[in-house]
């Protein structure tokens, strides 16, 4: 018998560190910024090209992302290293600049529930929210990421449609986001669906512009990566030491750990860039400070020796 084809998949990919966002605003205990500026520094010096280190959102909505001002005025920057930060309006993206954020990033989602739950508004009105945001970034040379949430289910309204999350895509693709990532935010999507979804988002949105953001609430977000890696994404959110929790899954796990996306990306012999043990050690800090046990496999293997 023939062997079967080996398929191609991408020979780089680009990791998107979500861990001081993602993660952190879904921890329960205070955090300071002496030790979130810690944090993102260690992943700077992890290797990481690109790190989500805060919020520009209502303290009220998120408070563990209120001291995002002082994390990026204190941070050691490194050339080359992207250090973005969401803004959900024009007083997130104001705030931002003024803290010296080089991109931004405005969250929809594809689901109406979550959008009102979220963000205190329909999906209509937060784009129509986010054009305003997009006009200013562009004219001050800002480069600004789109998200879209619940594309493989929501906790409120249960199944959304895959053409429902291209709509928003597309839309927010066509606003002028460079980059369109897939969120799901409670972990509920499985490889098929993942593979599916992205044949029908990339009939709008080039796959080459999409990400992959995939909680690992149901031990399902490496195995949605590898994936979208056969559909040809290699863009990926991931959160050290699997940072963060899931507000609708008590106990729950929070973003795919991205020691756990390296080693399987090693494993694959695509490069990331990333320094695996520098990672680790950031990942077991942050989780010993937060006394919470790694979210990490790879890391909780082998830092167990
Ligand atoms: P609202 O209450 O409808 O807003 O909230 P508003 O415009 O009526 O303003 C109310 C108050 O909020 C005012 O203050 C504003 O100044 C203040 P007051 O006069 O009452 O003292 N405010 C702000 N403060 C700081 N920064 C701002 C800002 N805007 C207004 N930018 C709003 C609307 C969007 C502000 C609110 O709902 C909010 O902040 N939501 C944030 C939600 C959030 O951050 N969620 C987590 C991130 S999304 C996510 O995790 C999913 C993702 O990971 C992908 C995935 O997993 O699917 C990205
Ligand atoms: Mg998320």
């Given at each position: ?17 979500v861990?001081p966002r993602d993660?952190l605003q ?26 989500e280190a805060g919020s ?30 969401l ?219």
């Amino acid at each position: 018998m023939m062997p079967a084809t080996q398929q191609e998949l991408p020979r780089q990919v680009r990791l998107v560190e979500v861990g001081p966002r993602d993660g952190l605003q879904n921890e329960q205990q205070p955090i300071s910024v002496d030790d979130k500026v810690r944090l993102v520094d260690e992943l700077t010096a992890a290797g990481l090209g690109y790190i989500e280190a805060g919020s520009f959102v209502s303290p009220r909505w998120v408070p563990q992302m209120a001291g995002s001002a002082e994390v990026f005025a204190r941070i050691s920057r490194k050339s080359g290293v992207t250090y973005a930060a969401l803004t959900p309006n024009l007083q997130g993206l104001e705030a931002a600049l003024a803290a010296g954020v080089e991109e931004v990033a405005v969250f929809a989602a594809a689901s109406e529930a979550f959008s009102q739950k979220n963000i205190n508004c329909s999906i209509s009105e937060s784009l129509a929210r986010f054009a305003p945001v997009l006009e200013a970034a562009q004219t001050r040379n800002i480069r600004v990421r789109g998200y879209v949430s619940c594309v493989l289910g929501c906790p409120y309204q249960g199944e959304v449609k895959a053409t429902e999350v291209a709509t928003v895509a597309r839309e927010l693709h066509a606003m002028g986001c460079y980059e369109i990532s897939l969120g799901d935010t409670i972990g509920t999507g499985t490889p098929g669906r993942t593979r599916q979804l992205i044949e029908t988002v990339s009939q709008h949105v080039p796959r080459e512009r999409l990400a992959g953001h995939y909680h690992d609430t149901y031990g399902q977000a490496l195995a949605n990566i590898y994936a979208s890696l056969l559909e040809g994404v290699a863009v990926f959110d991931s959160s050290v030491a699997g940072l963060g929790g899931c507000p609708y899954a008590a106990g729950a796990s929070g973003n795919v750990a991205s020691e756990d996306v390296v080693y399987m990306l090693n494993g694959l012999g695509i490069t990331t860039g990333i320094d695996l043990d520098m990672l680790i050690a950031a990942g077991q800090r942050i989780s010993q400070l937060l006394g919470r046990s790694n979210g990490s496999r790879v890391a909780r293997a082998l830092s167990s020796s």
